[in-house]
């Protein structure tokens, strides 16, 4: 079992926890509470996998094609985004309970995705037909050189076995980090979740600013919910994505509503949970002889660990939850 | 605003109404009531049905089904409620997949002597108006493994559902793995065959999953046997990072799901409803079905591999060689051990195999 394998399955179980704990970011930083990443990304993964499989359908040799996973990334995020303002609606204009509104619409996803999916293809689960994997053998034979030669283990690590959804999120992840703490935009919709009074008195409208995050949030939580039927699940999608919304959410709050803090804390989930599945196929790990279980506790361990130690200071936005009116103080 | 919620509010629930009174003036008397999970599954559901409409085609019955309330979260009381609809309706015999079904079916099998009951992948209920249907799994997964053997693969793996718990996926697993020994030993070969129930016992795809099954192809697995529902979603996955990975699939003929998939380990629902179904007809329940448990194998054509063209994969195993090995086991010449034990899920069992077959090497994975 080599390093390179090792790396390219922990980053498998990262990439989509990482975009998906960043969508949280950008939503409770705005002031919402956004429990219902989870169901975000059901709709998402649903969305793609309904666009792909239409695609394949109508022509079976777009099975690998790359600017077909672009496309249904977008509207993952596309649909994700339009799931979300179900949240924000009810969030921002009816002022509702933000907890009760996102449990409800992890709820509805599931639903949706079933009741389409019987209507429309008479299943609940979609299965598209599509292999997003790169391999080495499709890349030209003089590139493929390069494969064998002195830095053979850098283009192994980053061009053998990939998906350009991995990129594509490190790049959106970065980006939109930058432009949340960097950018104007950015620091008003951060100032929304901290005191929003305080926000619409230098003239930022708050409305605006927690749609604006909430949608993000659902945006990546869509490209997040395909990415991760597409690694794991060969792009079938199904009325679940496992729980991996809430282990964002937990990841988010693990991370302290930080970006930076998210990506080492998915990298670290990841790479834990990896060891738990892979510890008995590892020798150096199954001579240890622990149980895979104890793997995949570690994680949560340091979760409660962290989370008893950083109490004083955590990052959580202080008005997230609590719905803005105009005029109050 | 208000008012025109209320009418179309009122219009709707008056359409619903009427909508429950149109009774069909005909009986309907043979009724499929679906397991959890949709009609059209290409699996349990799917098969039953299909056997039930066959059968009432070619003799011009009046067939429906009745597919439970809330989905695959139905509890006992959504099945009878879909069982004493399709009563009322006029139903003979209710066919119903599934081990879910045991606890409704008793109950409305009490109460409703006349009517008869076929328990699909189920057992004995100790009522003479219920005969169920099992199927001997461990044939189907035999010639799964004999096949990919004699193909020339002798690095195999096996992933399977139900936590170690389930009879039909034990059956399967067991039986594959007489099935690459006796071909093996046959050939003069050994297999390797890495086992595992650990990904599975939800049924379902994971990155968990995923991640195991690389690891094997990774380490020269060739063969997979996916043996789970969603599971095999995670295995295809999987086998797209592998230039040669290739996976067997189960229950159904599912070479539509991937290039990957070199044959599937079948049972054949829709023949076994069908079957049923005629002796039922026939007017042998009393002889043979009632309280009574048929299992079902190759020698009823219920168990196998697909042969049409699109799914037979094999380059070097021959149809006339499958046409052979069929053969064997329908008429007992071939012999494979069913026993399997109650939690598969343990160092043990898997060590008392590897023992018992030679050409074997067995490493279980917990």
Redesign the interface.
Known sequence: MDAIFIIQQTILFTIPLMIVGLGGVFSERSGIINLALDGEMVIGAFAGAIVAKLVIASNPALANAQWLFLVCLLISAAAGALFSLLLSFAAINLKADQTIEGTALNMIAPAIVCMIGLLSFNSERIFSGANFVILKSSYSPSFQQAFDGPMGWFFDLFFNNIYISTYIIVILYVLLSVWLYKSKIGTHLRACGEHPQAAASVGINVYRMRYLGATISGALAGIGGFAYITTCAATTAESSVGGLGFLALAIMIFGNWNPLFIALGAVFFGFLKCLGVLSSQISWISAANLPSYFYNIIPYAVVILVLILTRSKSGCPKAEGIPYEKGER | MKKSFILLSSALLTASILAGCNKNKEPVEIAVVTDV??????GFNQGTYEGAKKYAEAHKIAYNYYAPAN??KATDADREAAMNSAIENGAKVIVAPGFLQEKAMRNVAQANPDVKFVFVDGWNLGLKNITAISYKEEEAGYMAGYAVTKEGYTKLGGTFGGGGSNPACNRFSYGFIQGANDAATAMGKTVEYKMSF??GSSF?????????I???Y??GTEVVFSCGG?MV??V??AA??Y?NAKIVGVDTDQAA??PKIITSATKGLAVSVEKVLGEFYDGKWDAQLADKTSKLGAADNATGLPTADGSWRFKTFTKEEYKTLFDGIAKGSITIDSKTPENMNTQEVWTAIDEKLTAATISF??
């Open positions: 999970g949709q009609l059209m599954d290409g989905g695959s650990k990904n379902s795809a994971s990155t968990e999953l995923q991640t195991q690389s690891g094997w990774k380490a969603s979603n995670s295809i996955a797209q990072s230039e799901l991937s994975e917990a």
